[in-house]
């Protein structure tokens, strides 16, 4: 059966999954979502014998359901290939009783890659089966992860260009590098006076700019985003749920058919509504645990109902999870409330007002963990065990931990590992020892692999010995006019 999208705010235009993945967001400004979400059509047993590759393909088949075999393949083969470090593509480690799924073996060693890394060809494909003319505009802002892995994607891809906004002082000294270091002659990189919300909202207002939109048009542009408010992000994300239980089945942990928790550490909500969606197509899940850290809009939405973000924005040590506005979480409400008056009720109490109340689904609970919380967590389980987790996973480590304390919940878990130690390296150092206070960001790097006794990744090996291209910084209130500028 055809899975055909439509807006979570009731634009009456249903679209195909490439039409989705190249429009990246409805015209109403509501994000795709299926129409129904499909259930598996192979037996679970199966999934412990497919590799990654093949699991790819049996699951995205069902969603993206107007690419033809050749051409999903064709995608797939592309993207998880020698540019991920492991052949398992995301493997998951044992540390002490907890299990990783680590999803930073990719080329920017966050778990951005995992989708990152099939997005532009799902994209490419879309815009050749659509008789797309003009060159697509990729139109990112990052919380520091996103950007990279787009760039990364994206780079010398030809038909299309990359535009990302970063906020200049939110994000590590390791990912400001990998950015600003980008090669590539369709790639340019600004970082904006503001925060991430900031960045957000502007690009989100230009993807719904009809005038813009009609310019540079004429001009042979057409925009794209690679956030995850496009669904050529999320349902690549769905697969590794999957790939996880079959581990926990053949490594002995679980049988077939139990039940396990995830927990996800969680900024934009993207990660872990993969995870919701893998549940309703048939992964015997229990409980999604959402891991936040102290801008805990989440928490308290899954705890109260209550959604509200007039409160101080905290720069904390897990910066990509630094977000007040979880776009993904709209996609929730909608599913939640099958009805996209009620969604686009919320989204407008929510830019006018700040905040909305709904009761949200049982299959979440929410968590948090302090900056010390995190801290203790890194230096704890390296300590017992030789395991090195980066400060987003310790998040959702330290999160987890309080979750069993409080429910006493014995159901397996799964901690969704979202990147490598070596990314966040000040930090996480500094985590495992006072003496390490404010080492060199780069410095950091040999010193941790001394300390964990791995080697540094490949991709951010000598990254501050590169060369800078992309120095410009603008005002938040620039973005659209240096948008223009780019293009003209
Ligand atoms: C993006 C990111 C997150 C948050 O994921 P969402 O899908 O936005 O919820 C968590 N950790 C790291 C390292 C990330 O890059």
Redesign the pocket.
Known sequence: MDIMFKSTRGDKNYVTASQAIVKGIADDGGLFVPDNIPSIDFDLGEITHYSYRELAYRVLRLILTDYTEEELKYCINSAYDEKFDTPLIAPLAKAGSANFLELFHGKTI???DMALSILPYLLKTAAKKNGVKEEIVILTAT????GKAALEGFADVEGTRIIVFYPEDGVSDVQKAQMVTQKGANTCVAAIKGNFDDAQTAVKKIFTDNELKAELKQNGFVFSSAN?INIGRLAPQIVYYFYAYAQMVNNGSINMGDKINFT?????????LAGYYAKQMGLPVNKLICASNDNKVLYDFLTTGDYDINRDFIVTV?P??D?LI?S?LERLLYHVSGSAEKTKELMSSLSENGKYTFKASPDFVGEYATIAETFDSISSLYKETGYVM?T?TAVAYSAYKKYIAASKDDTPNVIVS??SPYKFAKDVLRAIDSKFDGIDPFKALDTLSEESKTAIPAPIKDIDKREVIHKTVIDRTEIKDFVKSRLN
């Open positions: 966050a778990f951005k919380s520091g992860d996103t995850s996800v550490p969680t900024g934009n909500f993207g990660n872990i897990s990509s999870m977000i979880s993904n980066d987003h979202t990147a």
